[in-house]
């Protein structure tokens, strides 16, 4: 009599094959991949990061991921793949604790920036804030989503020009889109951060914002409570406020925050 077949059968043993196969990929590769939420304007100087700290811990497979720190937010919301957030602007950091996102006792003030108005590197026309409205377009980061657009409204309200030139505003997805719409030439001007200016040779700082026009650009940094790799996870975290990542990262403009 032939051996009758258990329907579910077939899967099971599918599964288990499978279950098995992904332990032995595991295990061969020795690899623990943290993933790292940064804000756009952090790309050089996080990507220089990763290879450092990949190079001094051979188990660790750092993946990042960059846009603007709103959009990243909602990523961590919707419970996308994270182990550490690092935001261009508090108020997304804050939102994420208050959620109870973030590790509370892991997260900390990390860097500061500048906004500065920029223009293509061979415009003559704006020199500073005062010309803004001889433009015809001028590109900022959406300000909701955004906090380089939400400093640069700041900014521009500060000085009374923000209704007068909305009309003209080009809102981008994030900093980096704002620099690439500046050096082509499809705006008159933009704002970004100083580090962003500094990684173009085809665009020219007008201006920086003057003191008290925004709010303080501060960089939090923190654990996601969802992580999947804690450990390793607070290990980076605690590598990334090192002397030797902030030296990476004053290498790119960043600065340190007053007070450390």
Not at 109 to 135: C, D, M
């Amino acid at each position: 009599m032939k051996p009758r077949l258990v329907p579910w059968m077939p899967v099971l043993i599918i599964s288990l094959l499978v279950a098995c196969s992904g332990a032995r990929s595991d295990s061969h590769s020795g690899e623990t991949e943290l993933y790292i939420l940064a804000a756009a304007s952090l790309t050089d100087a996080v990507q220089e990061v990763r290879r450092v700290y990949e190079r001094e811990h051979p188990h660790a497979k750092l993946v990042p991921s960059f846009a603007s720190s709103g959009k990243l937010q909602r990523q961590i919301e919707q419970g996308a793949p994270a182990d550490l957030f690092i935001s261009a602007g508090e108020k997304e950091m804050d939102a994420l604790i208050r959620q109870g996102q973030v590790v509370t006792e892991d997260h900390r003030s990390f860097l500061h920036n500048e906004l500065v108005l920029i223009v293509p590197r061979n415009h003559k026309r704006i020199k500073g804030f005062e010309h803004l409205t001889q433009a015809s377009k001028i590109a900022v980061g959406q300000p909701k989503t955004v906090p380089a657009g939400e400093y640069a409204k700041q900014t521009l309200q500060y000085m009374k020009l923000w209704d007068s030139l909305k009309s003209r505003m080009v809102f981008a997805g994030d900093v980096r889109q704002v620099l690439t719409y500046v050096e082509t030439g499809n705006v008159d001007a933009g704002l970004v951060y100083r580090t962003d200016a500094q990684t173009s040779d085809r665009v020219t700082v007008a201006a920086t914002a003057p003191p008290g026009s925004h709010r303080s650009i501060i960089y939090p940094m923190g654990v996601v409570k969802g992580s999947k790799n804690r450990e390793e996870a607070d290990r980076l975290y605690d590598w990334l406020d090192g002397e030797k990542a902030r030296a990476i990262f004053r290498n790119h403009g960043f600065q340190d925050v007053a007070g450390r």
